[in-house]
């Protein structure tokens, strides 16, 4: 199985810190790629999906997550929120651990994360809109937490089959990433 899935207890934990003696390790090496290689199988397959990852999902509890911005993959280990907006959006998320399942929650709008790359070294960046929510999203994952749990209205909850039973061609593409991820 590429990517663990739901009812997997490793989801449910919290994940540990990598610490100073663990950069550039063979492990914490290894979790970088097997996340890079997934997230490219992924999108091999859909050119939209692929972005975000988190260790925990590769059956790894370290506080490590993988995204892909503005095409190029950014390791952040450790990562954490400093700083987030008041404002929030309305974010329907998905997630490669239960694929099946689309739901709209909030996430702030604006937030700054801190956090070391492959070389140890501490960075920050600011991101807004999708991106924020995709960053809380994988950090959430490093805390046993499910987009499910931030769901205030369970009739926003809705499965992929009814999402896309007007798009056959769509979820054809879907039901190929989730037989990826699960085999």
Known sequence: ??????????????????GRDEFQTHEIDSVIQTLKQVLDGIKAISDENGNALSA???????????????????????PVIIDASDEMFDFVEECFSFYNLRATVQRYKQINVQFQNEDGRVKQ??????????????????????FLDHVKKENNIASVDYILKDNPQRLKVVRKMMDYMVS
């Open 1 to 18: 199985m590429k990517i663990r899935q739901l009812g997997d207890p490793i989801l449910r934990q919290k994940s540990l810190a990598v």
């Open 56 to 78: 925990p999902q590769i059956g790894k509890l370290k506080r490590i997550i993988m995204l892909r911005i503005d095409g190029v993959f950014t390791p952040m280990i450790n």
């Open 125 to 146: 960046i600011t991101v807004s809109g999708e991106m924020s929510g995709l960053i809380q999203h994988e950090i959430d994952h490093l805390d046993g937490i499910f």
